[in-house]
């Protein structure tokens, strides 16, 4: 099975795919640790796409999560969670990953920790609304991936909808 879990910033989408990853064993790709490099740097495109290449052609089953439309365009699930969430809730949980991360400082950080920790050392008001104004586009990016897709979607607000993709996951292919 191929899983591509899409959203806005603070949706849940990692939480969700280390479920998935744990429960069935599948690989989990994080597309935020596709384009990132740990220290806060972006990997340009070709060492995106290069590493998306390898993990599609070394894994035949997969989870994968992220927000950036010019990596999971790529990609060809047989089932896409969407996760897009409130407004309101997503400004809080993203509020909270600073506090978060602020627990981080001067610690000796295992370079395993995904490389969000990193982004989110210091919270400001100027940053909580460039994340806002990106969650915007992202939600407008995925409308129109989704606008055409002939293959099934479910919609994942929280943990309570966790069961109905685990379904999905055991039943597919019967």
């Given at each position: 099975m191929k899983i591509l879990i899409i959203g806005p910033?603070?949706?849940?989408?990692?939480?969700l795919a280390y479920s998935i990853?744990?429960?069935?064993?599948v690989p989990r790709l994080n597309l935020d640790e596709v384009q990132r490099v740990t220290?806060?740097?972006?990997?340009?495109e070709d060492e995106q796409l290069s590493i998306l290449h390898d993990f599609l052609k070394n894994n035949d089953n997969w989870v994968m999560e992220g927000c950036?439309?010019?990596?999971y365009e790529k990609v060809n699930p047989n089932l896409i969670v969407d996760m897009r969430i409130s407004r309101l809730l997503a400004i809080r949980r993203f509020?909270?990953?600073?506090?978060?991360?602020?627990?981080?400082?001067?610690k000796n950080v295992s370079p395993e920790l995904p490389v969000q920790a990193y982004h989110y050392r210091k919270v400001t008001l100027s940053k909580i609304l460039d994340w806002d104004r990106a969650n915007k586009e992202i939600n407008q990016q995925i409308d129109d991936y989704l606008k055409n897709k002939?293959?099934?979607i479910i919609?994942?607000?929280?943990?309570?909808?966790?069961?109905k993709i685990f379904d999905y996951i055991e039943n597919f292919g019967s």
């Amino acid at each position: 099975m191929k899983i591509l879990i899409i959203g806005p910033l603070g949706a849940g989408k990692s939480t969700l795919a280390y479920s998935i990853n744990k429960k069935y064993g599948v690989p989990r790709l994080n597309l935020d640790e596709v384009q990132r490099v740990t220290g806060g740097g972006y990997r340009n495109e070709d060492e995106q796409l290069s590493i998306l290449h390898d993990f599609l052609k070394n894994n035949d089953n997969w989870v994968m999560e992220g927000c950036q439309k010019t990596l999971y365009e790529k990609v060809n699930p047989n089932l896409i969670v969407d996760m897009r969430i409130s407004r309101l809730l997503a400004i809080r949980r993203f509020t909270l990953r600073f506090f978060k991360a602020k627990k981080l400082i001067g610690k000796n950080v295992s370079p395993e920790l995904p490389v969000q920790a990193y982004h989110y050392r210091k919270v400001t008001l100027s940053k909580i609304l460039d994340w806002d104004r990106a969650n915007k586009e992202i939600n407008q990016q995925i409308d129109d991936y989704l606008k055409n897709k002939k293959i099934p979607i479910i919609k994942c607000k929280g943990f309570s909808d966790y069961q109905k993709i685990f379904d999905y996951i055991e039943n597919f292919g019967s």
